[in-house]
T-cell receptor, first 116, second 115 residues
Framework: AQTVTQSQPEMSVQEAETVTLSCTYD???????LFWYKQPPSRQMILVIR??????QNATENRFSVNFQKAAKSFSLKISDSQLGDTAMYFC?????????????FGGGTRLMVKP | DSGVTQTPKHLITATGQRVTLRCSPR?????VYWYQQSLDQGLQFLIH???????AKGNILERFSAQQFPDLHSELNLSSLELGDSALYFC??????????????FGPGTRLLVL
């Protein structure tokens, strides 16, 4: 079974600064997908970014980028130029790459507070 | 707005009762996934339906059941409710069966409180 670990329960950052959220996972699979979801106080789950394990290039989406280290089974999220609206819970998630039911396995989450 | 709708938004009920949560996927999506978010268990996968057929089960209790109808909406039935069933229940949808690592888009959730 796959496990996802987020070792930072809470983090804070000053507005306009950069912050990195950590995620590690354990799997014996070679092909898989990794995601970061954001859950603001509204509780809506919003996709931030995704990464295919077979791609060496790190995914980027505007101010959000990842550092994917496959050998180390690490998938961190970097938020640049932090904004107040980035305040939320962030969940790292793993998905196997097959047709046998593609459920997401989530980490425990990191609560990020962006301070003015 | 993800395009996934869930009703009701909030539900308060008593122990021992039965409730039904409803989910309508995004237009054109064939897969529906149910997840439970609770304080002690975190976010957990419950069950996946693709085009009306069950594809995978996670940590879903025997008291819980689900189905996906021909119009692709899905219902999650929770019976003999216990205090520990209080949680936020999410539905998510994706285009196909998810084999290509399809992104899942989440609904706003149904908050269930069992008293």
């Amino acid at each position: 079974a796959q496990t996802v670990t987020q070792s930072q329960p809470e983090m804070s950052v000053q507005e306009a600064e950069t912050v990195t959220l950590s995620c590690t996972y354990d799997t014996s699979e070679n092909n898989y997908y990794l995601f970061w979801y954001k859950q603001p106080p509204s509780r809506q789950m919003i996709l931030v970014i995704r990464q295919e394990a077979y791609k060496q290039q790190n995914a980027t989406e505007n101010r959000f980028s990842v550092n994917f280290q496959k050998a180390a089974k690490s998938f961190s999220l970097k938020i640049s130029d932090s904004q107040l609206g980035d305040t939320a819970m962030y969940f790292c998630a793993f998905m196997r790459a097959n047709n046998a039911g593609n459920m997401l396995t989530f980490g425990g989450g990191t609560r990020l507070m962006v301070k003015p | 707005d993800s395009g996934v709708t869930q009703t009701p938004k909030h539900l308060i009920t008593a122990t021992g009762q039965r409730v039904t949560l409803r989910c309508s996927p995004r237009s054109g999506d064939l897969s529906v996934y149910w997840y439970q978010q609770s304080l002690d268990q975190g976010l957990q996968f419950l069950i996946h339906y693709y085009n009306g057929e069950e594809r995978a089960k996670g940590n879903i209790l025997e008291r819980f059941s689900a189905q996906q109808f021909p119009d692709l909406h899905s219902e999650l039935n929770l019976s003999s409710l216990e205090l520990g069933d209080s949680a936020l229940y999410f539905c998510a949808s994706s285009k196909r069966s998810g084999g290509a690592g399809e992104t899942q888009y989440f609904g706003p959730g149904t908050r269930l409180l069992v008293l």
